[in-house]
């Protein structure tokens, strides 16, 4: 199986901040990356797919990058509403998740 | 506007069973894969099954192979999962999200979720 690991585990910015939260595959992925926003109590939200491609709809503040290991999800510069949790999840192989990054605000 | 229903969530002893369902609307349902993923408590997100578009293909996670069954009504433009044999490790809100094929798979939309909870 393979498994996804996100960095941080939570962080704490402002807004306006620069925000950048990476997920690494334990092997090759290729581009089979997507990345998701869940609010408490609300249904995950695609942001990104195949690693770099927004999701119709999702502002441009949001970016991603990388291939093979390792992937980026950055947020240019935060806005009140950014403060969530994000999930990386792979495709290549079957579908699994990272554990989730918390972005809180400072 | 694509909207995904779940219902059928709620509290069940260890060993029992429940069903699941999503009622789709909003796009071509049968045009569609779609798929089940868990939420264990102040977890993250982990993969349960996914159907075909005409029911001929299901995949399951490991941890559900055997108990728990994927399906599909198109007619009624809905999702079901029949989940048995129950433990408490299975306590979870349930989503179902549709399976967009693009030039991988991605969850593009997902339903705010059903309660499960094992306990005695």
């Known amino acids: 199986d393979i498994q996804m690991t996100q960095s941080p585990s939570s962080l704490s910015a402002s807004v306006g901040d620069r925000v950048t939260i990476t997920c690494r595959a334990s092997?090759?992925?290729?581009?089979?990356l997507n990345w998701y926003q869940q609010k408490p109590g609300k249904a995950p939200k695609l942001l990104i797919y195949?690693?770099?491609s927004l999701q119709s709809g999702v502002p441009s503040r949001f970016s991603g990058s990388g291939s093979g290991t390792d992937f980026t999800l950055t947020i240019s510069s935060l806005q009140p509403e950014d403060f969530a949790t994000y999930y990386c999840?792979?495709?290549?192989?079957?579908?699994?998740f990272g554990q989730g990054t918390k972005v809180e605000i400072k | 506007e694509v909207q995904l229903v779940e219902s059928g969530g709620g509290l069940v002893q260890p060993g029992g069973s429940l069903r699941l369902s999503c009622a789709a609307s909003?796009?071509?349902?049968?045009?569609?894969?779609m798929t089940w993923v868990r939420q264990a408590p102040g977890k993250g997100l982990e993969w349960v099954a996914n159907?075909?578009?005409?029911?001929?293909?299901?995949h399951y996670v490991d941890s559900v192979k055997g108990r728990f069954t994927i399906f599909r009504d198109n007619a009624k433009n809905s999702l079901y999962l029949q989940m048995n044999s129950l433990r408490a490790e299975d306590t979870a809100v349930y989503h179902c999200?549709?399976?967009?094929?693009?030039?991988?798979?991605?969850?593009?939309?997902w339903g705010q979720g059903t309660k499960v909870t094992v306990s005695s």
């Open positions: 195949v690693a770099s």
């Open positions: 999200a549709r399976l967009w094929s693009t030039r991988i798979d991605v969850f593009d939309f």
């Open positions: 092997q090759s992925i290729s581009s089979s």
């Open positions: 159907i075909k578009q005409d029911g001929s293909e299901k």
């Open positions: 999840q792979q495709s290549y192989s079957s579908w699994t």
């Open positions: 909003g796009f071509t349902f049968s045009s569609y894969w």
